[in-house]
């Protein structure tokens, strides 16, 4: 199936010489949620930015459901969404006035329906008339919301959109996502919280200082996160892993002092109770015992820190 | 063309004239009728009528597009500078509109805007002193002429400038000089030759000219030269537009 963003070689040098972006690739699946992690400053919303069309890139090819961003922007940008991460808002206009600014901005007709129900959908039915410069912070989000959606995008681009919102409106907030992808839209979002990419992609890419240096479906990570560690602190320390245990690949550390044992904690049968038993069997004894698991954030802040 | 999102922006933007009908409207028209009260009825009963037409009605032409100008400006380079320093530009760098579709709405309003206080001051002149238009049909061709020409020069303005105060800087050290030395409340014929030949380099010149001919018939230079002038810089104008959207300058990074 033709991805619906397709991102080559992408690269984007500031004038101050910034390296932002250093050769992306990427393609996005129509209808999946993908996350896009990284640190501040990685590049995120520069690489946002260039497929929106409020950044120029230095080289590099982006198409959005075939159409090239620069020869077909019309067709390109119709399609795309955009919830940006600063709460930049026209503060004196009216939450319905605004709104329909944007719809009628991407060129659609007028359709005060779809806009209430937009609104509605996003609990601000109650201030559509309000100024934007009395909205709360959590409401000021909401309205950015509103305006991506009042054009019908099949694209919606959120650029941290749960940065500095309380917990009850960052759940409300993935409900609206997840709504959102059920009526076919495609959503990228930029975090730096590994929770909420856990919690809503399909799809999770880590971006470090200008390069995509993982991109993953979540399943496949939640595969490597299922993984945990046994750690035994032996009564007397070990020179090798004794033949009759080594189907379990125990790993010694510590001086020998240490017997590890990777094990998928989803699996039906971890091995332990056979191993403890085996150890028994083969007189290793051991004072005491901790388990571990690595999670999301610890393979992030590992493959961050090999990069750097 | 993406006509509704230039009828979006242009609404967008007068309704913003409206809403500041203060700022935006009245206190142009009272410092303009400060002028009539000023030069008009208190210096100008004390001097001659200037080719025989009489001081206060002389200098209407000028003191309408002396507020043309500086409204002109002001408008259109504020309307762009500000979506630019609060970060709701975003919102049209990113809609499928084109670069023609952004300055039409944009200068169109700003153009509308201060052909209505053009017109308006008009209106309140002819309450001080007896008017005739001879050529109104020039009249309003110099009136949307300066009108979108210098709203083209303040949205180049309001893009280049990255502080309120460049916002400034060219509409007072250069735009009010240029102005007032213009002609707007005397005739060049009235300066000693060399600031003549000096005036002639002054395009503001071209514009009260050409202007005060259409409601006196008479003129320092030349109607065609005028009106040519004029769309000289009206051209030079929307090259420096078209550079502008291609390059991204100070639009996109």
Request: charged fraction near 20%; glycine fraction near 8%.
């Amino acid at each position: 199936m033709q991805p619906i963003i397709s991102v080559k070689d992408l690269c984007k040098t500031y004038s101050s010489g910034f390296e932002a972006l250093k050769s992306i690739n990427l393609d996005v699946r129509k209808g999946e949620i993908f996350a896009l992690l990284g640190p501040n400053g990685a590049g995120k919303t520069t690489l946002i930015g260039t497929i929106c069309g409020i950044v120029n890139p230095t080289s590099g090819k982006i198409t959005v459901a075939g159409h090239d961003i620069k020869a077909d922007y019309r067709a390109a940008r119709s399609m795309i969404g955009l919830v940006p991460q600063e709460l930049t808002t026209n503060a004196f206009e009216t939450v319905w006035g605004d709104v329909s600014f944007s719809r009628g901005l991407f060129g659609r007709k007028a359709n005060p329906a779809l806009i209430e129900r937009i609104l509605r959908d996003l609990s601000l039915w109650d201030k559509k008339d309000a100024k934007i410069i009395t909205l709360s912070g959590g409401m000021k989000r909401r309205h950015m919301i509103a305006k991506a959606l009042s054009h019908e995008p099949e694209i919606l681009f959120l650029d941290e959109p749960t940065a500095g919102v309380d917990v009850e409106l960052r759940r409300d907030m993935w409900n609206l996502v997840r709504t959102m992808r059920e009526t076919g839209v495609t959503i990228i979002l930029t975090t730096h919280y590994i929770e909420e990419a856990e919690e809503m992609a399909d799809r999770i890419g880590v971006i470090n200082k200008g390069e995509l240096i993982l991109v993953e479906e979540k399943a496949e990570l939640m595969r490597n996160l299922g993984k945990k560690q046994l750690t035994l602190h032996l009564q007397a320390p070990l020179q090798e892993v004794p033949a009759a245990l080594r189907d379990y690949q125990l790993e010694l550390a510590g001086d020998g002092n240490d017997l590890v044992f990777t094990y998928d904690s989803r699996g039906e049968r971890t091995g332990i109770t056979a191993l403890l038993a085996d150890l028994g069997d083969a007189g290793i004894r051991f004072k005491d015992l901790q388990t571990s698991q690595s999670s999301l954030e610890e393979i992030f802040v590992n493959l961050v820190r090999d990069r750097t | 063309m993406n006509w509704r999102a230039v009828k979006a922006i242009y609404i967008f933007e007068m309704t913003r004239t409206f809403r500041t009908l203060l700022q935006s409207i009245v206190s142009p028209v009272i410092s303009t009728s400060l002028y009539f009260v000023v030069f008009g009825t208190a210096i100008g009963s004390r001097i001659n009528a200037i080719d025989g037409v009489d001081y206060g009605a002389f200098i209407v032409p000028g003191l309408i597009m002396l507020t043309l100008l500086t409204q002109s400006i002001a408008n259109a380079s504020f309307g762009i500078y500000f979506p630019k320093f609060s970060g709701t530009i975003y919102e049209v760098l990113s809609a499928p509109v084109s670069y023609l579709e952004v300055v039409l709405s944009y200068v169109g309003a700003a153009a509308t805007k201060s052909i209505m206080i053009g017109l308006i001051i008009l209106a309140t002149a002819s309450m001080f002193v007896s008017l005739r238009i001879d050529h109104p049909v020039f009249m309003l061709l110099f009136l949307v002429l300066t009108a979108v020409t210098f709203s083209l020069f303040g949205f180049i303005i309001g893009i280049w400038a990255d502080g309120f105060e460049k916002l400034q800087l060219i509409p007072l050290l250069v735009v009010t000089p240029l102005t007032f030395l213009g002609g707007s409340f005397y005739s060049i014929d009235m300066l000693p030759p060399f600031w003549q030949t000096v005036s002639l380099f002054n395009p503001v010149v071209y514009l009260v000219s050409g202007f005060r001919w259409s409601f006196f018939s008479t003129a320092d230079v030349g109607v065609g030269v005028s009106l040519a002038m004029t769309l000289a810089f009206l051209t030079a104008c929307l090259a420096i537009v078209a550079w502008i959207f291609r390059t991204g300058y100070r639009l996109k990074t």
